[in-house]
């Protein structure tokens, strides 16, 4: 069983940045493709960004350009850059994890999430 830790989220203006980490519990961490979800109040979860078991990464349109999801393989860990930060970013995010080189809703664990707020 995969336990997923996230940190880092607080209340920053918009244009700010933020940093998001995720540790995971797991032995065989490189082996399994990592991805970032948000949730805002009253949406539904959205698919920010995925980094594959081989290193490949996709964002969502609404992020390209100022967000960039990376790994430590030797900490297990994912982080998630997010920079010029706007009010529309506000949500609940949270981490997953997938054995294998892509995604399953099926397969997937999940970490509690952690929350970011934008705000003036």
């Known amino acids: 069983q995969v336990q997923l830790v996230e940190s880092g989220g607080g209340l920053v203006q918009p244009g700010g940045s933020l940093r998001l980490s995720c540790a995971a519990s797991?032995?065989?961490?490189?082996?399994?493709?990592m991805a970032w979800y948000r949730q805002a109040p009253g949406k539904r979860r959205e698919l920010v960004a995925i980094i594959t078991n081989d290193g490949r990464t996709n964002y969502a349109d609404s992020v390209k350009g100022r967000f960039t999801i990376s790994r430590d393989n030797a900490k297990n860990t994912v982080y998630l850059q997010m920079n010029s930060l706007k009010p529309e970013d506000t949500a609940v995010y949270y981490c997953?994890?997938?054995?294998?080189?892509?995604?399953?809703?099926?397969?997937?664990?999940w970490g509690q999430g952690t929350q970011v707020t934008v705000s003036s």
């Open positions: 997953s994890a997938t054995h294998g080189p892509g995604i399953d809703g099926t397969r997937a664990y």
């Open positions: 797991v032995s065989d961490f490189s082996f399994y493709t």
